[in-house]
């Protein structure tokens, strides 16, 4: 038999069954995003470039997906899960730009509840990557669409099919000519007027950074990606009015290229010189002038050259790369430690760019310091990591926007890398005229 309930204890039953209501009546009225995380999209992006066109859309939690592709026309599907359509999404349809090589239209439609579709209008056909990445730096979650071409059209590689096509004698006549070293006899030194010119000198200028990696930004809001393209497009058309050179760029535009992929593609292109350009930042704004940069197989030469390493380090985490596609030559590639006489010419190198930055810009230090730089790692190339200038100085950042600096700039490199040869003149290799 039950005993009677007592008044107290029928308060405290009566207090526990109003909390309970209270509580059910809370999580009624809490809003969704508090039971499961539904995310919202924060921004889209586009950058479209010949080597290859991405799109970036950045949550405020992970983007679940699917992907495929349809025939007749070609279309690109992508299907955003736990998604509704907001206006971000809509947005994307007016990022499309009339000279991307890749991509004609886009739009983003509800599909069905809690699924958006993206319809993406293709060009031509494509070999598309879509990844995911975690969030890194000022970006949240990324979900990344690459649409790389089915059959390459990047510059470079074009390059590389022309130097496989066998030339007709009767072409050769008007080639440029480069250097040849002719073999000194046993008991002779050799002398700087036997070198002899028959092949092209191949110099890649690398423009830090691009596309989602910024680089560094000045206090004006100027990024270092797009400083660092405009002076090596400068060096480039310097470096082209001498007959014996031919110059490539690891980017033309803004967009991403892994640092990785600049190493493969100097050594692809079988350069004699890499020089990486970039426009350095610390966290006080009163740091200021130029330096260079080489590879050290041993550690930093300074505090601030092993910050500076792994800052430009980072740039892939930024960039954003496919990390589970790789390639296992060039994995090699970055780990074999960088020959002593490569790390030797990159100091020459090096010395012969300081002597000329001193007379346009204070130097940050006066010799060439040394670090673990990724983008240096090519083992056969001399090669070095110039900072221009620090854009995070607001009176280094105006000056670096200035076309009079930027062609002051590009003259210096221009300059040194010239001197570097007319004093370590390049084997001969790649022949473009016979004698």
Known sequence: MARPTRPAELNTTRRQLLGAAGGVLLLSVLPVGARAATPSVVAVRMWPAQAYTRITIESDAPLSFKQFLLKNPDRLVVDLEGVELSGELQSLAGKVSADDPYIQQMRAG??????????????????????TLPPVADYQHRLVIDAYPAVQTDPLLAFLDDQHTPVPPQADQNKPEAAKVEPSKPDQPLRHEDLKVDRLVTVVLDPGHGGEDPGAVGPNGNHEKTVVLQIAKRLKSMLETEPNMR????????YFVPLGTRVKKARAAKAD?????????????????????????????????????????????????????KDAHLARTLMDLTQTAT?????????????????????????????????????????????????????????????????????ALFTGIKRYFAANPPLART????R
């Open 273 to 325: 010189l890499f020089v990486s350009i970039h426009a350095d930042a610390f966290t006080r704004p009163d740091a200021n002038g130029s330096s260079v940069f080489a590879l050290s197989e041993r550690g930093a030469t300074s505090t601030a050259a092993r910050w500076l390493a792994q800052t430009q380090n980072d740039a892939d985490l930024i960039g954003g790369v496919k990390l589970d596609v």
């Open 343 to 411: 790390i030797n010419d990159s100091l020459k190198l090096g010395k012969h760019m300081l002597g000329e930055l001193g007379s346009i810009n204070r130097l940050h230090k006066a010799k060439v310091e040394q670090a673990g730089f990724a983008v240096l790692k090519a083992p056969d190339i001399p090669s070095v990591l110039v900072e221009t200038a620090f854009i995070s100085n607001p009176d280094e950042e105006r000056r670096l926007v200035s076309d009079d600096y930027q062609q002051k700039m590009a003259l």
């Open 110 to 131: 509800r599909f069905k509840p809690g699924m958006v579709r993206l319809v993406i209008d293709l060009k031509t056909e494509i070999k598309p990557q879509v990844f």
């Open 431 to 434: 022949k473009v005229a016979s």
């Open 247 to 254: 110059v490539v760029l690891t980017r033309d535009g803004d």
